[in-house]
């Protein structure tokens, strides 16, 4: 629930005027860059972890994707 609401608060709050533009100019695969870099950089320490790699895997299930498409794809 923490790494959701992290990266909600990364994109929704912190760099939402970035995370439109990106979309805007460079659409979806920049935001999907965006998380795969901020996953693999969280991720190297974290995943060696076996308590970690089983929370992890139910990230997604926390995470709110319509609003997510709603800010910043405006859809």
């Known amino acids: 629930m923490d ?22 100019y460079e659409g979806e695969f920049a935001i999907v860059s965006a998380f795969k870099s901020l996953a693999s ?5 974290l995943l ?15 995470f709110d994707e319509e609003r997510f498409e709603r800010e910043i794809f405006g859809r």
Do not use: H, I, P, W
Request: glycine share 2%; proline share 0%.
């Open 41 to 45: 950089s969280a991720g190297r320490v």
């Open 48 to 62: 060696n972890d076996e308590k970690v790699q089983e929370m992890f895997s139910q990230y997604v299930s926390f």
């Open 3 to 24: 790494m959701a609401a992290f990266t909600e608060r990364l994109f929704l709050n912190d760099c939402l005027l970035e995370a439109r533009e990106a979309a805007r």
